[in-house]
């Protein structure tokens, strides 16, 4: 099965920013809509950000709009998400997720609605 894997996290100071990729060795990630999500400690999976097979459409959670940013380079099969002005609130294990594009539209933000996930990678934001 597809799977895949996380890249990019680290230890950053409040403001800063960080680069997540999301890549699928052996795969073809040009017909899944990828999605991200972060677990802090002791929380449930929060949905972040999603983008559709294209890259055309585009999904944020309100607490990272302006600041985060999700794009695809299919050519390159990776998906990134762009973490600027991070804050403490943002610490998490980040995870992408994949999904078979089916839908133009659908609830993007549930974890259940993925088949495919990676292991993922820590982002701490600390001073």
């Known amino acids: 099965q597809l799977q895949l894997v996380e890249s990019g996290g680290g230890l950053v100071k409040p403001g800063g920013s960080l680069r997540l990729s999301c890549a699928a060795p052996?795969?073809?990630?040009?017909?899944?809509?990828i999605g991200w999500f972060r677990q802090a400690p002791g929380k449930g999976r929060e949905g972040v950000s999603c983008?559709?097979?294209?890259?055309?459409?585009?999904n944020y959670a309100e607490s990272v709009k302006g600041r985060f940013t999700i794009s695809r380079d299919n050519t390159k099969n990776t998906v990134y998400l762009q973490m600027n002005s991070l804050k403490h609130e943002d610490t998490a294990v980040y995870y992408c997720?994949?999904?078979?594009?089916?839908?133009?539209?659908?609830?993007?933000?549930?974890?259940?609605?993925?088949?495919?996930w990676g292991r993922g990678t820590q982002v701490t934001v600390s001073s």
């Open positions: 052996g795969f073809t990630l040009s017909n899944h809509a």
């Open positions: 997720a994949a999904v078979q594009a089916g839908k133009l539209m659908f609830p993007w933000a549930d974890p259940a609605e993925y088949d495919y």
């Open positions: 983008t559709s097979s294209s890259g055309y459409s585009t």
